[in-house]
């Protein structure tokens, strides 16, 4: 028998999550989304098995429901969900951002058939829709799961089973401690990206010229302001709590750093910085737990056509497999560099060696 598994909202993160379990043969997947063009790509792509603009309609066939709607719409699904005369037990799970308002939600359902585990995969993109959609998104990512009752093993387990597919890494975490530990390092970072978009914007009006002086150190600290407005501001209201008590952690280590900077003390500000490099250096460490772990080469290419090519050409050809991949600081005509992933020290020693026996520069991050 084939599981069924229905998934509720196939934009970004549920649109990668129907990629890569419909590849399982024994796996019958669903789509449901508010949005009828949405549904039809999905269909076309072959992202799903069967289409619906009904959720409840479909639900009680459902082995397994995800829903990867925004925070707030995932609520309001759950709270319907509860209302469903299920005939067989389902397993109810989600894909949000910030976990305590789902998890409360959660302790309020009375449905004897629904099994609600929270979820959410650590990995994502300032990309929004189902076109964004991929199927290695989450590989070797941390998938974050939250059981909603002790004694939950068994079910936390078949959740596991259709997830695999997704090559992910498990975690188990409970709502408070994920919020907390997510609200320093993915939703604050959003909401400072943002603030320093906001300054440059202001300042343009003082210097025409600043958006071109605007280089790789700009574009990479806020790639992330790019994402989804209503998206992240639903993500920003749900862990509201944090991201008042992490504003004021800011505002006074901003005072702190003022005052090294005022006071012209460079011994102290070295010391500052320096603290700051070795903490950054060491998150792709095997040592860091949440942190997902990967080697990373830095590669000199040209901007020329076919440059980014010819170095994964090289690497295929020599069955090097890259985690990810990532373009830093191209310039029209200029030199640029390339961020290749590798899962272990030895693909990246291989890797480099080819690379500097064709004449490419690479570096290592130490
Ligand atoms: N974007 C990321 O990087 C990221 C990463 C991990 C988790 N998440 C979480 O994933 C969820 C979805 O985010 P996304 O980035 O995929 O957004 P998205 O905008 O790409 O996709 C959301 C999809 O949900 C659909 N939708 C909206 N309301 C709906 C409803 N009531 N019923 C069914 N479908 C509905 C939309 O039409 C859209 O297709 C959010 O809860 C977010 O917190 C996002
Ligand atoms: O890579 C990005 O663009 C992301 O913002 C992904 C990111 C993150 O902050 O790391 C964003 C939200 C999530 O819930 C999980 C992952």
């Given amino acids: 028998m084939k599981k069924v598994i229905v998934i509720a909202g196939l934009g970004l993160i549920g649109g990668s999550i129907a990629k890569s379990v419909v590849r399982q043969n024994d796996h019958y997947v669903i789509g449901y ?18 289409a619906t603009n009904h959720l409840m309609e479909v639900a009680k066939r459902a082995d397994y429901i995800i829903l990867a709607a925004p925070i707030t719409q995932t609520i309001n ?36 058939h629904v099994y609600f585990i929270g979820g ?14 991929k199927a290695h998104l989450f590989e070797n990512a941390i998938y974050v799961l939250v059981a909603s009752e002790p004694n939950q093993e068994s079910y936390v387990k078949r959740l ?27 939703h604050f970072p959003h909401l400072i990206a943002s603030s320093l978009v906001h300054q440059a914007r202001k300042w343009e009006e003082a210097h025409q010229y ?18 989804n407005p209503v998206l992240w501001q639903d993500i920003f209201h749900h ?12 505002i006074t280590e901003m005072t702190y750093l003022k005052q090294l900077v005022e006071n012209k003390d460079k011994q102290a500000m070295t010391s500052y910085l320096e603290d700051a490099k070795d903490y950054r250096d060491g998150l792709g460490s095997m ?38 991949i990532q373009i830093l600081e191209i310039r029209e005509g200029i030199t640029g560099a390339l961020r290749l992933s590798f899962s272990s020290q030895s693909i990246l020693n291989n890797a480099s060696k080819l690379l500097t026996e064709q004449g490419y520069e690479t570096m290592v991050e130490k």
């Fill in 33 to 50: 989304d508010t949005d009828e063009e949405t549904l039809q790509f999905a269909l076309e792509m072959g992202m799903i098995h069967e």
């Fill in 160 to 186: 596991k089973e259709i997830l695999i597919s997704t090559n992910c890494k498990f975690l188990e975490l409970n709502a408070q401690e994920h919020d907390e530990m997510t609200g320093v390092v993915s």
């Fill in 239 to 250: 862990n509201r709590e944090k991201m008042v008590q992490l504003l004021d952690e800011w």
């Fill in 210 to 227: 600043l958006p071109n002086l605007a280089a790789g150190g700009f574009r990479d600290i806020t790639r992330i302001a790019s994402s």
């Fill in 77 to 112: 699904l759950m709270n319907q969900l509860d209302k469903v005369s299920f005939e067989k037990d389902v397993i109810v799970s989600d894909v949000s951002s910030v976990k305590r308002p789902i998890m409360e939600a959660a302790s309020s359902l009375n449905n004897p």
């Fill in 120 to 133: 959410h995969p650590m990995a994502g993109s300032h990309k929004i829709g189902v076109q964004a959609a």
């Fill in 287 to 324: 040592t860091r737990g949440v942190i997902p772990s990967f080697y990373d080469l830095y590669v000199d290419i040209r901007d020329q056509t076919g440059a980014i090519a010819k170095v994964t050409q090289l690497l295929a050809e020599n069955s090097i497999s890259i985690n990810n």
